[in-house]
């Protein structure tokens, strides 16, 4: 462990050396690796399609997604990266004791009343239309604002 | 004697509250009052603290009694600013200066006035004004001094551009505001000066033996940073510039801001840093330098004018001049005597000029009068006592207060007797273009607009007249060669420092002479040159070059114009043309992308933010270099 | 099993009333149809408990000397304590003047509410922090807080563009910030202030390590972005004039207040024995801040811009107390308490004639204010003169009070610029006074409700209060960090 108020050593360094050519042998092996081990036939029509089966489409897909797909993308990062605190105490349990379970008790509180407020609010609801009505009554437009004000 | 010292130290915070209490009164209710009830609120305000202030002062009137301090209440100790009044010799000769020639023009103003859309809004100025003056004045610390100081020029600004809706004022205003601002920067820097070396901003401290302190090449660099507020303030070469301007402003507002009071300020910070110019000859001589070539200078422009008020304000400019001559001489009682005289006799010039511009409707050009002592009697004849006064005709008080201050240049020697000659010169002219402004206005054959009827104007106006004129003929006999009354009773004031003393005997007397036929002849030959039409005539066109540049003001507004403003604006210009390329332009551009993307995360990839990261990413390369470069 | 570290609650106390307000505000928001009631219940309890805590905080310091725990990451201290109560004060001005904007916001009110005091607690941590991974926690709960709040209730686009912008450069800061605490975790072995403090002063030797360097200059980089430094002041201009001037005054303040708060500490503890390295960069950013804050400002036609650059100026005055190197901390302090409160009321001020919303504020609109609303262009005045250092203001006493200090500092070089910038600053902070009293206007009469006039007045009574009488405040600074 580095002893605070002192200099680093090279040898401090070297956790982070391996890190780093690890890394890149990873790529460098892998990469000619699978152009080695793949098999390259002749280029097909059906190997070409987007999807070997299905229905093609017709259109080009709207460039912009719809923002719901984006909410629940979020949502789910926020509350999955919960999680890797609650495995962090989980695989110290018995050593944090009772500490960590008020701790951990108390982050979760939050991390619940963070899910009821997006409840409440309607960011699960999936229909869009339902929620815009929704948000729209909760989310006052500039001339709303300046009619308050 | 000493209950009227007890009422002094009891009472004297009356003379500031006074003109406040007028201030708050009429800025709160002036305006629902019928005209002329705000005008008298504001003139029984002054006026109580007049009489209040003379009642403390008696007991000092005699000489040779201490000042005392009062404290009012705790400022900033931490830099020894109490607020605390020092009622001393000095302070007392400039409360009753602004408390009486102010009470007077509040009085005329009050006639001068009438009529206007804002003539509550007026009186509440100059009440604030008096306030701003009186803290100024009787300020114990430098701080206090400084509190004075902006609120006299923010006063000085308001009435300036008081009739806001004319262009010209509004640009005197703030022509004003940016050359001030130059004056107080060298304030400033000398506050923190002194603070830095003292610790303290205390007079009590400060000035009682700075030396003990202060090295004397510090003592000159705060006394030039003192000199510089002068400058500014005092309208002297090269800020001097604001002040013809600011004639702009209401006729009395003139006559008591920039001629009487307000622009005395910087006399008055070098008298009262007496103790820390006496350390340093250079800072007096640079004083005194400042003041002979502006004396001499806004006298030679005060010749061309055709303006009965430009005249004037370059006269107040020169005759500043001499004062700062006379503390740049280390002769502060002859300074500050010169101060009150000047007060006095400037004050009625301006009065007589704005009765004369108020019957001419409006008129201030001097080419379009003439002939007025018919119909304006009383004005014109003061304003023939106070054209005299200012000449140096003895025995009326400017003779007196010049005669002092040349004596003492001349009695100082060296370097000075150079000074005294500048000093001389200008005598002579100024007797001159003061002839000539009374000729032309009021004597001669009448040259009005077939549409002016001149006619006296009333009482209310003219009863300040005659009382500044009684003041203008006899105020001078309080500091006479036999009788130094005026010098003794401000001595306890500049005990400390060494005094520079008029000459004595055959040398005063022949000083006083080679004034008083120079006086003379300048208004001889003022008067036969402007009273005959054809030796006017004859003397202009001899003359014409000096006389066009002078009123021009020998083209040094424009000088400024072009090679201290343009390049500055340029500057400012170019930075924010920068700013509206680089930094604007990013914002109007990303809107206009907006507007045509119609989402706002699109164009946010376009690169317009890199604009905003240059600045951001440069600066953090700048430090991060430094500091490998330099070590942590 | 683990060492429990110590836990002491008193030192958290402010910050976790805050954190509690900030719940139970959006519990109520969303569960309640009449929630708009209970708001200003809420908001003005959760500042009494925040209050109630900096007292017993105080009591504590007072009975006991200041204290370190939580593992050696927070102090409790006196001066701590004054930076979040000059933080409370801004809640609670910035709160009453912007509250028609909270209402104004429906049930998104709540959200304001809560990222008000969510950010408060972030800024306020960084006050109280000895930790620099702690100060980073403090300095993202904060200013996520504050991008939100730009962005929130808002369908104009300027507005949208200033959130976003503020929210791109603030990462990147933030970013810059975080890859400077590596580095000097890299370099010194210590992410602890006292740490850092203790390597600096034991081995000489190393002061030459780049890494290190670029660490140290790398996390002052983080901060100067927060307070809005030159050449870091970037999104300043923007985000002032794009984000709801119904709060836009208190985001300013809370990032200077804590970003202010860090800075000070730095030179106090961490990087006390290497003052002298530091101190020419940092009196170099504070002149250039000066400047260049002065300057722009000169050439703006909009008020918010005007204030947003003038903020460029006050963070180098600020510096400018800061680079004397923990000499000036009463004076440092009592600048930025007397500036963000002036801050926040102007932009109160500003909020009323605007609207609440993203509308810019062009001088053009202020004409004539003075006779259409007397009180507000009269408090506009005052603040005005108070920011640009006019005796009988605080301001006054805040800008003399840092140039003694620096100048005995030695450091006149810098006092000289900022006389300059101040001299000429008066130009455009009165640029809008004359507009007032001077123009004639015919735009519109704002209407004054009670909760902003008495925010405005409280603001006003301070700024001049403390001009023409700063003792008191003075005295009570000098006794709690002398």
């Given at each position: 462990?580095?002893?605070?108020?002192?200099?680093?050593?090279?040898?401090?360094?070297?956790?982070?050396?391996?890190?780093?050519?690890?890394?890149?042998?990873?790529?460098?092996?892998?990469?000619?690796?699978?152009?080695?081990?793949?098999?390259?036939?002749?280029?097909?029509?059906?190997?070409?399609?987007?999807?070997?089966?299905?229905?093609?489409?017709?259109?080009?897909?709207?460039?912009?997604?719809?923002?719901?797909?984006?909410?629940?993308?979020?949502?789910?990062?926020?509350?999955?990266?919960?999680?890797?605190?609650?495995?962090?105490?989980?695989?110290?349990?018995?050593?944090?004791?009772?500490?960590?379970?008020?701790?951990?008790?108390?982050?979760?509180?939050?991390?619940?009343?963070?899910?009821?407020?997006?409840?409440?609010?309607?960011?699960?609801?999936?229909?869009?239309?339902?929620?815009?009505?929704?948000?729209?009554?909760?989310?006052?437009?500039?001339?709303?604002?300046?009619?308050?004000? | 004697?000493?209950?009227?010292?007890?009422?002094?130290?009891?009472?004297?915070?009356?003379?500031?509250?006074?003109?406040?209490?007028?201030?708050?009164?009429?800025?709160?209710?002036?305006?629902?009052?019928?005209?002329?009830?705000?005008?008298?609120?504001?003139?029984?305000?002054?006026?109580?603290?007049?009489?209040?202030?003379?009642?403390?002062?008696?007991?000092?009137?005699?000489?040779?009694?201490?000042?005392?301090?009062?404290?009012?209440?705790?400022?900033?100790?931490?830099?020894?600013?109490?607020?605390?009044?020092?009622?001393?010799?000095?302070?007392?000769?400039?409360?009753?200066?602004?408390?009486?020639?102010?009470?007077?023009?509040?009085?005329?103003?009050?006639?001068?006035?009438?009529?206007?859309?804002?003539?509550?809004?007026?009186?509440?100025?100059?009440?604030?004004?008096?306030?701003?003056?009186?803290?100024?004045?009787?300020?114990?610390?430098?701080?206090?001094?400084?509190?004075?100081?902006?609120?006299?020029?923010?006063?000085?600004?308001?009435?300036?551009?008081?009739?806001?809706?004319?262009?010209?004022?509004?640009?005197?205003?703030?022509?004003?505001?940016?050359?001030?601002?130059?004056?107080?920067?060298?304030?400033?820097?000398?506050?923190?000066?002194?603070?830095?070396?003292?610790?303290?901003?205390?007079?009590?401290?400060?000035?009682?033996?700075?030396?003990?302190?202060?090295?004397?090449?510090?003592?000159?660099?705060?006394?030039?940073?003192?000199?510089?507020?002068?400058?500014?303030?005092?309208?002297?070469?090269?800020?001097?510039?604001?002040?013809?301007?600011?004639?702009?402003?209401?006729?009395?507002?003139?006559?008591?801001?920039?001629?009487?009071?307000?622009?005395?300020?910087?006399?008055?910070?070098?008298?009262?840093?007496?103790?820390?110019?006496?350390?340093?000859?250079?800072?007096?001589?640079?004083?005194?330098?400042?003041?002979?070539?502006?004396?001499?200078?806004?006298?030679?422009?005060?010749?061309?004018?055709?303006?009965?008020?430009?005249?004037?304000?370059?006269?107040?400019?020169?005759?500043?001049?001499?004062?700062?001559?006379?503390?740049?001489?280390?002769?502060?009682?002859?300074?500050?005597?010169?101060?009150?005289?000047?007060?006095?006799?400037?004050?009625?010039?301006?009065?007589?000029?704005?009765?004369?511009?108020?019957?001419?409707?409006?008129?201030?050009?001097?080419?379009?009068?003439g002939g007025l002592l018919k119909k304006m009697p009383v004005t014109g004849w003061t304003m023939a006592v106070a054209t005299l006064a200012i000449a140096g005709?003895?025995?009326?008080?400017?003779?007196?207060?010049?005669?002092?201050?040349?004596?003492?240049?001349?009695?100082?020697?060296?370097?000075?007797?150079?000074?005294?000659?500048?000093?001389?010169?200008?005598?002579?002219?100024?007797?001159?273009?003061?002839?000539?402004?009374?000729?032309?206005?009021?004597?001669?054959?009448?040259?009005?607009?077939?549409?002016?009827?001149?006619?006296?104007?009333?009482?209310?106006?003219?009863?300040?007249?005659?009382?500044?004129?009684?003041?203008?003929?006899?105020?001078?006999?309080?500091?006479?060669?036999?009788?130094?009354?005026?010098?003794?009773?401000?001595?306890?004031?500049?005990?400390?420092?060494?005094?520079?003393?008029?000459?004595?005997?055959?040398?005063?007397?022949?000083?006083?002479?080679?004034?008083?036929?120079?006086?003379?002849?300048?208004?001889?030959?003022?008067?036969?040159?402007?009273?005959?039409?054809?030796?006017?005539?004859?003397?202009?066109?001899?003359?014409?070059?000096?006389?066009?540049?002078?009123?021009?003001?020998?083209?040094?507004?424009?000088?400024?114009?072009?090679?201290?403003?343009?390049?500055?604006?340029?500057?400012?210009?170019?930075?924010?043309?920068?700013?509206?390329?680089?930094?604007?332009?990013?914002?109007?551009?990303?809107?206009?992308?907006?507007?045509?993307?119609?989402?706002?995360?699109?164009?946010?990839?376009?690169?317009?933010?890199?604009?905003?990261?240059?600045?951001?990413?440069?600066?953090?390369?700048?430090?991060?270099?430094?500091?490998?470069?330099?070590?942590? | 099993?683990?060492?429990?570290?110590?836990?002491?609650?008193?030192?958290?106390?402010?910050?976790?009333?805050?954190?509690?307000?900030?719940?139970?505000?959006?519990?109520?928001?969303?569960?309640?149809?009449?929630?708009?009631?209970?708001?200003?219940?809420?908001?003005?309890?959760?500042?009494?408990?925040?209050?109630?805590?900096?007292?017993?905080?105080?009591?504590?310091?007072?009975?006991?000397?200041?204290?370190?725990?939580?593992?050696?990451?927070?102090?409790?201290?006196?001066?701590?304590?004054?930076?979040?109560?000059?933080?409370?004060?801004?809640?609670?001005?910035?709160?009453?003047?912007?509250?028609?904007?909270?209402?104004?916001?429906?049930?998104?009110?709540?959200?304001?509410?809560?990222?008000?005091?969510?950010?408060?607690?972030?800024?306020?941590?960084?006050?109280?922090?000895?930790?620099?991974?702690?100060?980073?926690?403090?300095?993202?709960?904060?200013?996520?807080?504050?991008?939100?709040?730009?962005?929130?209730?808002?369908?104009?686009?300027?507005?949208?563009?200033?959130?976003?912008?503020?929210?791109?450069?603030?990462?990147?800061?933030?970013?810059?910030?975080?890859?400077?605490?590596?580095?000097?975790?890299?370099?010194?072995?210590?992410?602890?202030?006292?740490?850092?403090?203790?390597?600096?002063?034991?081995?000489?030797?190393?002061?030459?390590?780049?890494?290190?360097?670029?660490?140290?200059?790398?996390?002052?980089?983080?901060?100067?972005?927060?307070?809005?430094?030159?050449?870091?002041?970037?999104?300043?201009?923007?985000?002032?004039?794009?984000?709801?001037?119904?709060?836009?005054?208190?985001?300013?303040?809370?990032?200077?207040?804590?970003?202010?708060?860090?800075?000070?500490?730095?030179?106090?503890?961490?990087?006390?024995?290497?003052?002298?390295?530091?101190?020419?960069?940092?009196?170099?950013?504070?002149?250039?801040?000066?400047?260049?804050?002065?300057?722009?400002?000169?050439?703006?036609?909009?008020?918010?811009?005007?204030?947003?650059?003038?903020?460029?100026?006050?963070?180098?005055?600020?510096?400018?107390?800061?680079?004397?190197?923990?000499?000036?901390?009463?004076?440092?302090?009592?600048?930025?308490?007397?500036?963000?409160?002036?801050?926040?009321?102007?932009?109160?001020i500003v909020s009323l004639l605007e609207g609440s919303g993203s509308a810019g504020s062009p001088i053009e609109n202020w004409k004539g204010l003075g006779r259409?609303?007397?009180?507000?262009?009269?408090?506009?005045?005052?603040?005005?003169?108070?920011?640009?250092?006019?005796?009988?203001?605080?301001?006054?006493?805040?800008?003399?009070?840092?140039?003694?200090?620096?100048?005995?500092?030695?450091?006149?070089?810098?006092?000289?610029?900022?006389?300059?910038?101040?001299?000429?600053?008066?130009?455009?902070?009165?640029?809008?006074?004359?507009?007032?009293?001077?123009?004639?206007?015919?735009?519109?009469?704002?209407?004054?409700?009670?909760?902003?006039?008495?925010?405005?007045?409280?603001?006003?009574?301070?700024?001049?209060?403390?001009?023409?009488?700063?003792?008191?405040?003075?005295?009570?600074?000098?006794?709690?960090?002398?």
């Amino acid at each position: 462990m580095l002893a605070t108020g002192r200099r680093m050593t090279l040898n401090d360094y070297l956790p982070a050396l391996v890190m780093f050519l690890l890394a890149v042998g990873f790529v460098a092996v892998t990469l000619p690796l699978s152009r080695l081990i793949s098999t390259r036939g002749p280029a097909t029509p059906e190997k070409e399609a987007p999807y070997e089966c299905g229905i093609l489409p017709e259109v080009e897909p709207a460039q912009r997604f719809p923002v719901k797909f984006y909410l629940v993308a979020i949502l789910f990062v926020i509350f999955d990266v919960e999680i890797i605190f609650l495995f962090a105490w989980a695989a110290n349990f018995p050593e944090l004791g009772w500490f960590g379970v008020t701790t951990v008790g108390i982050f979760t509180l939050f991390v619940l009343e963070t899910l009821l407020y997006v409840w409440r609010r309607g960011a699960l609801d999936w229909n869009v239309r339902r929620r815009a009505r929704r948000f729209a009554a909760a989310s006052p437009t500039p001339q709303a604002l300046e009619d308050a004000a | 004697m000493d209950q009227l010292v007890t009422f002094a130290e009891q009472w004297i915070w009356l003379v500031i509250a006074l003109p406040l209490a007028g201030f708050v009164f009429n800025h709160f209710l002036g305006s629902r009052l019928p005209e002329p009830l705000a005008g008298v609120i504001a003139t029984l305000a002054s006026g109580s603290a007049f009489v209040v202030a003379l009642v403390a002062a008696l007991p000092w009137i005699d000489g040779g009694r201490h000042g005392v301090t009062v404290e009012l209440w705790d400022w900033m100790p931490s830099i020894g600013a109490e607020f605390e009044i020092l009622w001393d010799p000095l302070s007392i000769a400039m409360t009753l200066l602004v408390t009486g020639v102010g009470t007077l023009i509040h009085l005329y103003s009050v006639g001068y006035m009438h009529g206007d859309g804002r003539f509550s809004r007026y009186f509440t100025y100059l009440n604030l004004f008096a306030t701003s003056m009186l803290i100024l004045v009787l300020a114990n610390n430098f701080a206090m001094v400084f509190l004075g100081w902006e609120a006299v020029g923010m006063c000085s600004y308001l009435l300036i551009s008081f009739w806001y809706t004319k262009p010209v004022a509004a640009e005197a205003g703030k022509k004003a505001f940016v050359v001030n601002r130059i004056g107080d920067f060298g304030f400033i820097l000398g506050l923190v000066a002194v603070f830095a070396f003292f610790g303290t901003m205390s007079f009590d401290e400060v000035l009682v033996e700075p030396g003990a302190v202060l090295d004397q090449n510090w003592a000159t660099a705060i006394g030039i940073a003192f000199l510089v507020a002068a400058i500014g303030k005092s309208a002297q070469i090269p800020l001097y510039v604001w002040l013809p301007d600011a004639m702009a402003g209401p006729t009395p507002a003139s006559a008591l801001i920039h001629a009487a009071t307000m622009v005395t300020a910087g006399v008055y910070l070098i008298a009262r840093s007496a103790a820390i110019f006496d350390l340093s000859e250079t800072a007096l001589m640079a004083v005194a330098t400042v003041g002979a070539l502006t004396a001499l200078w806004a006298a030679i422009i005060a010749m061309g004018q055709n303006d009965i008020k430009g005249v004037l304000a370059y006269s107040t400019i020169s005759q500043l001049g001499y004062m700062v001559v006379g503390v740049g001489s280390a002769a502060f009682t002859a300074g500050i005597f010169h101060l009150i005289t000047h007060g006095v006799f400037k004050a009625l010039l301006f009065l007589g000029a704005g009765s004369v511009i108020h019957s001419m409707g409006d008129e201030q050009d001097m080419r379009k009068m003439g002939g007025l002592l018919k119909k304006m009697p009383v004005t014109g004849w003061t304003m023939a006592v106070a054209t005299l006064a200012i000449a140096g005709i003895p025995p009326l008080a400017g003779f007196w207060s010049k005669d002092e201050i040349l004596s003492a240049a001349f009695n100082r020697g060296g370097y000075y007797q150079f000074i005294w000659a500048l000093g001389i010169i200008t005598a002579v002219l100024t007797a001159f273009y003061m002839t000539r402004w009374f000729v032309l206005v009021f004597l001669g054959e009448p040259r009005w607009d077939s549409d002016a009827h001149p006619h006296e104007s009333p009482g209310v106006m003219t009863l300040p007249l005659v009382l500044l004129a009684v003041g203008a003929a006899v105020i001078g006999v309080i500091n006479t060669p036999w009788r130094l009354g005026f010098e003794h009773f401000l001595e306890p004031s500049f005990e400390s420092i060494h005094l520079q003393h008029a000459a004595e005997g055959t040398i005063a007397w022949v000083i006083a002479g080679i004034a008083t036929i120079g006086a003379i002849a300048g208004v001889a030959f003022g008067y036969l040159t402007y009273r005959n039409r054809e030796r006017k005539e004859r003397f202009e066109r001899g003359a014409s070059r000096l006389l066009s540049g002078a009123e021009r003001g020998f083209g040094v507004d424009g000088f400024y114009g072009k090679r201290v403003v343009a390049p500055l604006a340029a500057t400012a210009e170019a930075s924010a043309r920068f700013d509206s390329k680089v930094v604007d332009g990013a914002v109007n551009g990303l809107a206009a992308l907006v507007a045509k993307a119609g989402t706002a995360l699109q164009p946010l990839q376009s690169g317009f933010v890199r604009s905003y990261g240059v600045g951001l990413v440069a600066g953090t390369l700048v430090l991060v270099v430094w500091f490998v470069m330099r070590g942590v | 099993m683990v060492e429990t570290p110590e836990i002491s609650l008193v030192a958290i106390l402010p910050e976790l009333a805050l954190t509690v307000g900030a719940v139970v505000v959006l519990m109520v928001a969303v569960s309640s149809r009449r929630a708009a009631t209970y708001l200003p219940w809420i908001a003005g309890l959760t500042v009494a408990a925040t209050g109630a805590g900096l007292i017993a905080q105080y009591n504590d310091v007072a009975a006991n000397g200041f204290s370190v725990s939580y593992a050696g990451m927070i102090v409790l201290d006196n001066q701590g304590i004054v930076i979040r109560t000059v933080m409370l004060a801004a809640i609670a001005v910035a709160l009453l003047v912007g509250w028609r904007y909270v209402t104004g916001l429906g049930t998104r009110g709540g959200e304001a509410l809560s990222l008000v005091f969510l950010s408060a607690v972030g800024f306020m941590l960084m006050a109280s922090s000895i930790h620099f991974m702690l100060l980073f926690l403090g300095l993202e709960v904060g200013s996520i807080s504050l991008y939100v709040l730009a962005a929130l209730g808002q369908r104009a686009k300027r507005a949208d563009e200033a959130a976003m912008k503020y929210f791109l450069l603030g990462s990147v800061a933030s970013a810059i910030f975080l890859y400077g605490v590596a580095l000097l975790y890299a370099g010194t072995g210590s992410l602890t202030y006292l740490g850092v403090f203790e390597f600096f002063s034991g081995d000489t030797l190393v002061f030459s390590d780049g890494l290190l360097s670029a660490g140290v200059a790398l996390l002052f980089v983080g901060l100067l972005f927060k307070i809005a430094a030159a050449p870091f002041h970037s999104w300043a201009p923007d985000v002032y004039q794009g984000a709801p001037a119904g709060i836009v005054g208190y985001m300013g303040a809370a990032a200077k207040i804590g970003a202010i708060a860090a800075l000070l500490r730095f030179v106090q503890v961490p990087f006390q024995s290497v003052i002298e390295s530091i101190q020419v960069p940092l009196a170099a950013v504070a002149a250039f801040s000066v400047v260049l804050g002065t300057l722009y400002a000169i050439v703006q036609q909009d008020l918010r811009r005007v204030l947003a650059y003038s903020g460029v100026s006050h963070a180098g005055f600020l510096l400018m107390g800061i680079a004397t190197g923990g000499v000036a901390e009463v004076q440092v302090l009592f600048y930025l308490a007397t500036y963000v409160l002036v801050l926040v009321g102007a932009f109160g001020i500003v909020s009323l004639l605007e609207g609440s919303g993203s509308a810019g504020s062009p001088i053009e609109n202020w004409k004539g204010l003075g006779r259409r609303s007397p009180f507000l262009a009269w408090s506009l005045t005052v603040f005005m003169l108070g920011m640009a250092g006019m005796p009988a203001t605080a301001g006054f006493i805040g800008k003399f009070g840092i140039f003694t200090r620096a100048w005995s500092g030695d450091l006149e070089w810098l006092v000289i610029v900022g006389l300059l910038a101040s001299v000429a600053a008066f130009f455009f902070y009165l640029r809008v006074v004359v507009a007032m009293f001077f123009e004639d206007g015919d735009g519109k009469t704002p209407k004054l409700g009670w909760p902003a006039g008495i925010g405005i007045g409280l603001t006003l009574v301070i700024t001049v209060g403390l001009g023409l009488y700063p003792t008191p405040l003075l005295d009570v600074l000098t006794a709690a960090l002398g």
